[in-house]
Protein backbone atom coordinates (compact mmCIF):
# COMPACT_ATOMS: atom_id res chain seq x y z
CA UNK A 1 0.00 0.00 0.00
CA UNK A 2 2.83 2.32 0.89
CA UNK A 3 3.96 1.66 -2.91
CA UNK A 4 1.44 2.19 -4.01
CA UNK A 5 1.08 5.80 -2.55
CA UNK A 6 4.16 7.21 -3.74
CA UNK A 7 3.98 6.23 -7.07
CA UNK A 8 0.66 8.19 -6.96
CA UNK A 9 2.33 10.77 -5.39
CA UNK A 10 5.07 10.80 -8.28
CA UNK A 11 2.15 10.85 -11.22
CA UNK A 12 0.73 13.75 -9.26
CA UNK A 13 4.53 15.14 -9.04
CA UNK A 14 4.87 15.08 -12.96
CA UNK A 15 1.74 16.84 -13.80
CA UNK A 16 2.21 19.66 -11.76
CA UNK A 17 5.89 20.02 -13.01
CA UNK A 18 4.47 19.70 -17.09
CA UNK A 19 1.73 21.97 -16.26
CA UNK A 20 3.96 24.79 -14.69
CA UNK A 21 6.27 24.53 -17.29
CA UNK A 22 3.69 26.38 -19.47
CA UNK A 23 2.99 24.45 -21.57
CA UNK A 24 0.17 21.49 -22.24
CA UNK A 25 0.66 17.86 -21.86
CA UNK A 26 1.61 15.47 -24.16
CA UNK A 27 -1.17 13.23 -24.61
CA UNK A 28 0.92 10.12 -26.23
CA UNK A 29 4.55 8.93 -27.31
CA UNK A 30 3.25 7.88 -30.96
CA UNK A 31 1.57 8.97 -33.82
CA UNK A 32 -1.39 11.26 -33.29
CA UNK A 33 -4.76 9.81 -33.31
CA UNK A 34 -5.56 9.94 -37.13
CA UNK A 35 -9.67 10.38 -38.04
CA UNK A 36 -11.22 9.84 -41.35
CA UNK A 37 -13.04 12.38 -42.92
CA UNK A 38 -13.34 10.43 -46.10
CA UNK A 39 -12.22 7.19 -48.00
CA UNK A 40 -14.43 6.53 -50.85
CA UNK A 41 -12.98 7.19 -53.71
CA UNK A 42 -9.19 7.38 -54.85
CA UNK A 43 -6.85 10.32 -55.24
CA UNK A 44 -8.01 12.77 -52.86
CA UNK A 45 -5.95 16.23 -54.01
CA UNK A 46 -5.83 19.07 -51.11
CA UNK A 47 -8.19 20.65 -49.25
CA UNK A 48 -10.17 24.32 -48.97
CA UNK A 49 -12.28 25.52 -46.40
CA UNK A 50 -15.11 27.83 -45.95
CA UNK A 51 -18.31 27.65 -44.06
CA UNK A 52 -20.99 26.94 -46.58
CA UNK A 53 -23.92 25.97 -44.79
CA UNK A 54 -23.82 29.19 -42.67
CA UNK A 55 -23.38 27.19 -38.77
CA UNK A 56 -20.21 28.79 -38.17
CA UNK A 57 -18.35 25.28 -38.68
CA UNK A 58 -15.42 24.77 -41.09
CA UNK A 59 -16.82 22.87 -44.62
CA UNK A 60 -14.32 21.28 -46.65
CA UNK A 61 -14.10 20.67 -50.23
CA UNK A 62 -11.91 18.51 -51.99
CA UNK A 63 -11.32 17.07 -55.89
CA UNK A 64 -10.11 13.17 -56.15
CA UNK A 65 -8.23 13.00 -58.68
CA UNK A 66 -8.22 9.58 -60.07
CA UNK A 67 -11.72 9.29 -58.41
CA UNK A 68 -12.76 12.09 -61.04
CA UNK A 69 -14.70 13.84 -58.75
CA UNK A 70 -15.30 16.48 -56.81
CA UNK A 71 -17.25 16.54 -52.87
CA UNK A 72 -18.10 18.59 -50.18
CA UNK A 73 -17.85 17.56 -46.36
CA UNK A 74 -19.99 19.20 -43.96
CA UNK A 75 -18.24 19.60 -40.58
CA UNK A 76 -21.41 17.76 -38.47
CA UNK A 77 -20.22 19.70 -34.88
CA UNK A 78 -17.98 18.38 -32.11
CA UNK A 79 -20.07 15.30 -31.07
CA UNK A 80 -19.36 13.80 -34.38
CA UNK A 81 -16.04 15.61 -36.10
CA UNK A 82 -14.23 12.31 -35.22
CA UNK A 83 -16.45 9.99 -37.44
CA UNK A 84 -16.53 10.18 -40.98
CA UNK A 85 -18.44 13.85 -42.00
CA UNK A 86 -21.48 14.06 -43.96
CA UNK A 87 -20.29 14.28 -47.49
CA UNK A 88 -22.06 15.13 -51.39
CA UNK A 89 -20.49 14.65 -54.89
CA UNK A 90 -21.25 18.22 -56.44
CA UNK A 91 -19.95 17.05 -59.80
CA UNK A 92 -17.88 14.84 -62.31
CA UNK A 93 -14.53 16.42 -62.75
CA UNK A 94 -12.04 14.10 -64.47
CA UNK A 95 -8.56 14.75 -63.82
CA UNK A 96 -9.55 17.50 -60.89
CA UNK A 97 -6.38 18.56 -59.06
CA UNK A 98 -7.99 21.13 -56.71
CA UNK A 99 -11.62 22.39 -55.75
CA UNK A 100 -12.46 25.87 -53.65
CA UNK A 101 -15.41 27.71 -52.65
CA UNK A 102 -16.47 30.97 -54.05
CA UNK A 103 -19.65 33.29 -54.45
CA UNK A 104 -19.62 34.10 -58.18
CA UNK A 105 -22.87 35.90 -58.41
CA UNK A 106 -23.04 37.80 -55.18
CA UNK A 107 -25.92 35.87 -53.58
CA UNK A 108 -24.22 35.15 -50.62
CA UNK A 109 -24.33 31.75 -51.58
CA UNK A 110 -20.92 29.99 -51.79
CA UNK A 111 -20.15 27.85 -55.41
CA UNK A 112 -17.64 25.24 -55.89
CA UNK A 113 -15.17 25.43 -58.72
CA UNK A 114 -13.04 22.83 -59.92
CA UNK A 115 -9.64 22.77 -61.91
CA UNK A 116 -8.66 20.23 -63.88
CA UNK A 117 -5.71 19.31 -65.70
CA UNK A 118 -4.22 16.42 -67.98
CA UNK A 119 -7.41 15.38 -70.46
CA UNK A 120 -9.33 17.65 -69.13
CA UNK A 121 -7.85 20.75 -69.03
CA UNK A 122 -10.87 23.26 -67.66
CA UNK A 123 -12.39 24.88 -64.78
CA UNK A 124 -16.27 23.90 -63.71
CA UNK A 125 -18.40 25.61 -62.12
CA UNK A 126 -20.80 23.83 -59.34
CA UNK A 127 -24.12 25.81 -58.17
CA UNK A 128 -25.32 25.07 -54.96
CA UNK A 129 -28.92 24.62 -54.50
CA UNK A 130 -30.59 26.93 -51.75
CA UNK A 131 -31.37 24.13 -49.81
CA UNK A 132 -30.29 20.52 -49.27
CA UNK A 133 -26.74 21.01 -50.22
CA UNK A 134 -26.13 16.97 -49.39
CA UNK A 135 -28.99 16.17 -52.35
CA UNK A 136 -26.02 15.59 -55.94
CA UNK A 137 -29.01 16.07 -57.82
CA UNK A 138 -29.69 19.72 -56.82
CA UNK A 139 -25.83 20.90 -58.14
CA UNK A 140 -25.82 22.53 -61.26
CA UNK A 141 -22.33 21.95 -63.04
CA UNK A 142 -20.84 24.26 -65.81
CA UNK A 143 -17.89 24.78 -67.99
CA UNK A 144 -16.34 28.17 -67.82
CA UNK A 145 -15.03 28.89 -71.68
CA UNK A 146 -12.34 30.68 -71.21
CA UNK A 147 -10.16 28.22 -69.23
CA UNK A 148 -11.23 25.38 -71.98
CA UNK A 149 -7.49 23.95 -73.23
CA UNK A 150 -5.94 27.04 -71.85
CA UNK A 151 -3.23 25.09 -69.90
CA UNK A 152 -3.31 22.07 -67.37
CA UNK A 153 -5.01 23.92 -64.27
CA UNK A 154 -3.72 23.83 -61.01
CA UNK A 155 -5.61 26.41 -58.75
CA UNK A 156 -8.24 29.19 -58.91
CA UNK A 157 -9.09 31.73 -56.12
CA UNK A 158 -11.88 34.36 -55.79
CA UNK A 159 -10.36 37.95 -55.46
CA UNK A 160 -11.72 41.21 -55.98
CA UNK A 161 -8.89 42.80 -58.33
CA UNK A 162 -10.40 45.40 -60.70
CA UNK A 163 -13.13 47.24 -58.09
CA UNK A 164 -15.93 45.58 -60.49
CA UNK A 165 -18.54 42.96 -61.10
CA UNK A 166 -17.91 41.10 -57.69
CA UNK A 167 -14.96 38.72 -57.20
CA UNK A 168 -13.02 37.87 -59.85
CA UNK A 169 -10.68 34.36 -60.25
CA UNK A 170 -6.71 34.56 -60.04
CA UNK A 171 -5.78 30.69 -61.84
CA UNK A 172 -2.35 29.36 -62.29
CA UNK A 173 -1.15 25.83 -64.07
CA UNK A 174 1.73 24.19 -64.96
CA UNK A 175 2.48 22.12 -68.36
CA UNK A 176 4.41 24.00 -71.34
CA UNK A 177 1.19 26.73 -71.82
CA UNK A 178 1.27 27.16 -68.63
CA UNK A 179 0.53 31.12 -67.00
CA UNK A 180 -0.58 33.00 -64.10
CA UNK A 181 -3.64 35.26 -64.17
CA UNK A 182 -7.03 36.05 -63.71
CA UNK A 183 -10.48 36.12 -64.97
CA UNK A 184 -12.45 38.91 -65.48
CA UNK A 185 -15.65 38.77 -64.39
CA UNK A 186 -19.03 40.52 -66.25
CA UNK A 187 -21.88 42.49 -64.97
CA UNK A 188 -23.65 39.47 -65.46
CA UNK A 189 -21.32 37.05 -63.58
CA UNK A 190 -23.84 33.81 -63.92
CA UNK A 191 -23.35 34.44 -67.49
CA UNK A 192 -19.65 32.32 -67.97
CA UNK A 193 -19.12 33.12 -71.48
CA UNK A 194 -18.59 36.57 -70.60
CA UNK A 195 -15.59 35.95 -68.44
CA UNK A 196 -12.25 36.55 -69.56
CA UNK A 197 -8.76 35.91 -68.96
CA UNK A 198 -5.88 38.46 -68.19
CA UNK A 199 -2.13 36.56 -67.98
CA UNK A 200 0.18 38.16 -65.50
CA UNK A 201 2.88 35.67 -66.02
CA UNK A 202 4.19 32.69 -67.96
CA UNK A 203 4.82 29.84 -65.55
CA UNK A 204 5.57 26.19 -65.02
CA UNK A 205 4.41 24.44 -62.47
CA UNK A 206 2.23 26.66 -59.63
CA UNK A 207 2.53 25.08 -56.05
CA UNK A 208 1.24 28.26 -54.18
CA UNK A 209 -0.61 31.24 -54.74
CA UNK A 210 -1.00 33.68 -51.87
CA UNK A 211 -2.25 37.23 -51.97
CA UNK A 212 -0.98 39.62 -49.89
CA UNK A 213 0.10 43.63 -50.19
CA UNK A 214 3.85 43.33 -50.74
CA UNK A 215 4.66 46.80 -51.50
CA UNK A 216 2.32 48.27 -49.52
CA UNK A 217 0.45 50.41 -51.63
CA UNK A 218 -3.01 49.04 -51.07
CA UNK A 219 -3.65 46.74 -53.85
CA UNK A 220 -3.45 42.73 -53.78
CA UNK A 221 -0.06 41.44 -55.01
CA UNK A 222 0.43 37.45 -55.73
CA UNK A 223 2.83 35.58 -53.93
CA UNK A 224 4.02 32.17 -55.43
CA UNK A 225 6.11 28.97 -56.07
CA UNK A 226 6.83 27.68 -59.60
CA UNK A 227 8.14 24.75 -59.26
CA UNK A 228 9.35 23.87 -62.50
CA UNK A 229 10.89 25.70 -65.29
CA UNK A 230 13.04 28.93 -65.91
CA UNK A 231 11.09 30.92 -63.38
CA UNK A 232 11.60 28.17 -60.44
CA UNK A 233 11.45 29.90 -57.01
CA UNK A 234 9.12 32.05 -54.73
CA UNK A 235 8.34 35.48 -56.35
CA UNK A 236 5.74 37.76 -56.01
CA UNK A 237 3.76 39.83 -58.67
CA UNK A 238 3.19 43.30 -58.47
CA UNK A 239 -0.14 44.54 -58.93
CA UNK A 240 0.28 47.73 -61.36
CA UNK A 241 -3.17 49.32 -60.21
CA UNK A 242 -7.15 49.63 -61.46
CA UNK A 243 -7.11 49.92 -64.87
CA UNK A 244 -5.80 48.89 -68.52
CA UNK A 245 -2.50 48.23 -67.15
CA UNK A 246 -4.10 45.32 -64.70
CA UNK A 247 -4.80 43.56 -67.64
CA UNK A 248 -1.17 43.22 -69.24
CA UNK A 249 1.85 41.40 -67.68
CA UNK A 250 2.82 42.22 -63.91
CA UNK A 251 6.03 42.99 -62.85
CA UNK A 252 7.87 39.98 -61.10
CA UNK A 253 9.76 40.52 -57.63
CA UNK A 254 12.39 37.53 -56.48
CA UNK A 255 11.99 36.32 -53.29
CA UNK A 256 14.10 33.08 -53.24
CA UNK A 257 14.81 29.93 -54.59
CA UNK A 258 15.40 30.30 -57.43
CA UNK A 259 16.54 26.98 -59.75
CA UNK A 260 15.16 24.87 -56.80
CA UNK A 261 12.19 23.06 -57.22
CA UNK A 262 10.00 24.53 -54.72
CA UNK A 263 7.08 23.10 -53.36
CA UNK A 264 4.04 24.80 -51.40
CA UNK A 265 4.93 27.74 -49.38
CA UNK A 266 3.28 29.29 -46.15
CA UNK A 267 3.86 33.29 -45.08
CA UNK A 268 4.00 34.05 -41.30
CA UNK A 269 5.63 36.26 -38.77
CA UNK A 270 7.58 33.26 -37.57
CA UNK A 271 10.08 35.23 -35.18
CA UNK A 272 7.48 38.03 -33.46
CA UNK A 273 8.87 41.02 -35.13
CA UNK A 274 5.38 42.13 -36.49
CA UNK A 275 6.97 41.34 -40.71
CA UNK A 276 5.50 38.19 -42.11
CA UNK A 277 8.44 35.36 -43.89
CA UNK A 278 8.14 33.18 -46.69
CA UNK A 279 8.43 29.84 -45.57
CA UNK A 280 8.99 26.91 -48.14
CA UNK A 281 9.58 23.60 -48.73
CA UNK A 282 12.04 22.27 -51.62
CA UNK A 283 12.84 18.71 -53.35
CA UNK A 284 16.29 19.51 -55.06
CA UNK A 285 17.85 19.87 -51.65
CA UNK A 286 15.62 18.46 -49.63
CA UNK A 287 15.33 21.74 -46.95
CA UNK A 288 13.27 23.70 -45.61
CA UNK A 289 13.84 27.82 -45.84
CA UNK A 290 12.75 30.74 -44.77
CA UNK A 291 13.18 34.00 -46.10
CA UNK A 292 13.11 37.54 -44.41
CA UNK A 293 12.20 40.78 -46.01
CA UNK A 294 14.62 43.43 -45.80
CA UNK A 295 13.04 46.61 -47.29
CA UNK A 296 9.43 47.66 -46.62
CA UNK A 297 9.01 47.61 -50.95
CA UNK A 298 9.57 43.82 -50.84
CA UNK A 299 11.94 44.15 -53.18
CA UNK A 300 15.23 42.46 -51.18
CA UNK A 301 15.33 39.25 -49.31
CA UNK A 302 17.27 37.42 -47.49
CA UNK A 303 17.70 33.57 -46.27
CA UNK A 304 18.12 33.41 -43.06
CA UNK A 305 16.83 29.62 -42.03
CA UNK A 306 17.89 26.40 -43.61
CA UNK A 307 16.63 23.20 -41.92
CA UNK A 308 17.63 19.92 -43.61
CA UNK A 309 14.84 16.99 -43.78
CA UNK A 310 16.27 14.27 -41.81
CA UNK A 311 16.63 10.98 -43.63
CA UNK A 312 14.04 9.16 -41.36
CA UNK A 313 11.49 11.55 -43.34
CA UNK A 314 9.77 11.78 -46.71
CA UNK A 315 10.14 13.96 -50.11
CA UNK A 316 9.17 17.68 -49.03
CA UNK A 317 6.07 18.55 -50.02
CA UNK A 318 4.38 21.46 -47.98
CA UNK A 319 5.08 23.72 -44.51
CA UNK A 320 2.32 25.40 -42.70
CA UNK A 321 2.57 27.87 -39.50
CA UNK A 322 1.09 27.73 -36.32
CA UNK A 323 1.25 26.86 -32.28
CA UNK A 324 1.16 23.35 -32.03
CA UNK A 325 1.98 23.03 -28.51
CA UNK A 326 0.84 26.00 -27.07
CA UNK A 327 3.21 27.89 -25.73
CA UNK A 328 3.15 30.93 -27.77
CA UNK A 329 5.98 30.27 -30.10
CA UNK A 330 5.19 29.69 -34.05
CA UNK A 331 5.79 26.46 -35.04
CA UNK A 332 6.19 24.46 -38.58
CA UNK A 333 4.82 21.31 -39.76
CA UNK A 334 5.88 19.58 -42.23
CA UNK A 335 4.10 16.72 -45.00
CA UNK A 336 5.94 14.43 -46.98
CA UNK A 337 5.78 12.15 -50.32
CA UNK A 338 7.20 8.77 -48.97
CA UNK A 339 5.60 6.54 -51.69
CA UNK A 340 7.83 3.21 -51.61
CA UNK A 341 9.98 4.51 -48.45
CA UNK A 342 9.29 3.13 -44.61
CA UNK A 343 9.52 6.69 -43.61
CA UNK A 344 7.85 9.37 -41.63
CA UNK A 345 5.06 11.62 -43.58
CA UNK A 346 3.80 14.25 -41.39
CA UNK A 347 5.94 15.90 -38.76
CA UNK A 348 5.99 19.57 -36.49
CA UNK A 349 9.17 21.58 -35.72
CA UNK A 350 8.89 23.70 -32.31
CA UNK A 351 9.38 27.22 -33.32
CA UNK A 352 11.82 27.52 -30.43
CA UNK A 353 14.51 25.32 -32.38
CA UNK A 354 14.37 27.18 -35.61
CA UNK A 355 17.36 29.06 -35.51
CA UNK A 356 19.44 26.50 -34.08
CA UNK A 357 22.03 24.28 -36.01
CA UNK A 358 20.43 21.33 -34.73
CA UNK A 359 16.36 20.81 -35.52
CA UNK A 360 14.25 18.30 -34.27
CA UNK A 361 11.28 16.70 -35.96
CA UNK A 362 8.59 15.71 -34.15
CA UNK A 363 6.62 12.91 -35.96
CA UNK A 364 2.67 13.42 -36.23
CA UNK A 365 1.88 10.56 -38.71
CA UNK A 366 4.82 7.90 -37.85
CA UNK A 367 6.06 5.67 -40.67
CA UNK A 368 3.31 5.68 -43.77
CA UNK A 369 3.36 5.07 -47.20
CA UNK A 370 1.84 8.42 -48.08
CA UNK A 371 1.81 10.82 -50.74
CA UNK A 372 0.98 13.96 -48.34
CA UNK A 373 -0.82 17.19 -50.05
CA UNK A 374 -0.88 20.49 -48.08
CA UNK A 375 -1.39 20.51 -44.39
CA UNK A 376 -4.02 22.88 -43.12
CA UNK A 377 -4.07 24.07 -39.49
CA UNK A 378 -7.57 24.47 -37.40
CA UNK A 379 -9.31 23.39 -34.26
CA UNK A 380 -10.84 20.91 -35.80
CA UNK A 381 -12.18 19.36 -32.78
CA UNK A 382 -13.17 22.52 -30.96
CA UNK A 383 -11.49 21.61 -27.97
CA UNK A 384 -8.54 24.54 -28.04
CA UNK A 385 -5.54 23.51 -29.91
CA UNK A 386 -4.78 23.25 -33.68
CA UNK A 387 -4.89 19.73 -35.51
CA UNK A 388 -3.89 18.83 -39.08
CA UNK A 389 -6.08 18.74 -42.08
CA UNK A 390 -4.94 16.89 -45.17
CA UNK A 391 -5.37 14.91 -47.89
CA UNK A 392 -3.36 11.56 -48.70
CA UNK A 393 -3.65 10.55 -52.54
CA UNK A 394 -1.66 7.29 -52.78
CA UNK A 395 -2.96 5.45 -55.47
CA UNK A 396 -0.72 2.89 -55.73
CA UNK A 397 -1.49 -0.64 -56.42
CA UNK A 398 -2.07 -1.36 -53.03
CA UNK A 399 -3.77 1.29 -51.80
CA UNK A 400 -6.01 3.89 -53.06
CA UNK A 401 -5.05 6.24 -50.29
CA UNK A 402 -6.61 7.51 -46.97
CA UNK A 403 -8.29 10.34 -48.13
CA UNK A 404 -9.55 12.91 -46.70
CA UNK A 405 -7.97 12.65 -43.08
CA UNK A 406 -7.16 14.83 -39.87
CA UNK A 407 -4.71 14.43 -36.92
CA UNK A 408 -6.05 15.37 -33.92
CA UNK A 409 -3.41 17.08 -31.77
CA UNK A 410 -2.72 16.03 -28.34
CA UNK A 411 -1.78 18.85 -26.53
CA UNK A 412 -3.42 20.45 -24.21
Known amino acids: MLVLKQKRKLVVFLSVVLCLGGVGVYAQSG ?32 GWEEGN ?11 HVKAPWPAVTVGATPSVEDAVFADLDGDGRLEILSCAEKGSEKILVHWAPPENLLDPTQWRQEVLPASVDRMMWMY ?34 RNLAQWKWHTITPAGWIMSILFRDMDG ?38 IGGAGL ?17 VILTEKTQQTIRIFKRQDKQGLRWQETTRISIPDDYGRPKSVEVGDINGDGEMDIVYSTETIGLEKNGLAWIN ?27 LDL ?32
Open 261 to 277: EVMFMSMADTDGDGVEE
Open 31 to 62: PWLRHTIDSSSTGADGVKLADINGDGLPDIVT
Open 381 to 412: DQDGDLDVLICEENYGPNSKGLGVIWYENPYR
Open 217 to 254: DGDHDIVITDRQGARRGACWLENPGVGEAQKAPWTSHE
Open 351 to 377: GKDLHKASVHFHSISGVHNAKYDKAEL
Open 69 to 79: QTRLYLHPGKT
Open 156 to 189: AWPLQLDGKNGPDLVAGGKDKKAEVGWFEAPASP
